[in-house]
């Protein structure tokens, strides 16, 4: 049974840094997509950012986040820095049985339950 588990979420200051971690078991995917999505209180889940044989990033974190990952622990990370009050959000991680890099959720076939993390201005 394949599980995504994220942390690293919680409550910063504008202008902090969080670092978030996904940590998938029940398969390796190494090389396959991973991404990260959020979802603020009465908005649509937006794509944040995915990596692959390359990385992405929504225009709006683009220059700020940075996804990382961690074959031999089969983790994703997302490194937040500059964050705004506009960052609140749950994030979820998701990882695809593909290498198609992705912005869109329905290319994802396995979803985390999702860190909160809160920007306080």
């Known amino acids: 049974q394949v599980q995504l588990v994220e942390s690293g979420g919680g409550l910063v200051q504008a202008g902090g840094s969080l670092r978030l971690s996904c940590a998938a078991s029940g398969r390796t995917f190494s090389g396959y997509s991973m991404a990260w999505f959020r979802q603020a209180p009465g908005k649509d889940r937006e794509f944040v950012a995915a990596v692959s044989w390359s990385t992405m990033y929504a225009d709006s974190v683009k220059g700020r986040f940075t996804i990382s990952r961690d074959g031999a622990k089969n983790t994703v990370y997302l490194q937040m820095n500059s964050l705004t009050p506009d960052d609140t959000a749950v994030y979820y991680c998701?990882?695809?049985?593909?290498?198609?890099?992705?912005?869109?959720?329905?290319?994802?076939?396995?979803w985390g339950q999702g860190t909160q993390v809160n920007v306080s201005s």
């Open positions: 998701a990882a695809a049985l593909s290498r198609l890099l992705s912005s869109r959720s329905r290319d994802y076939n396995y």
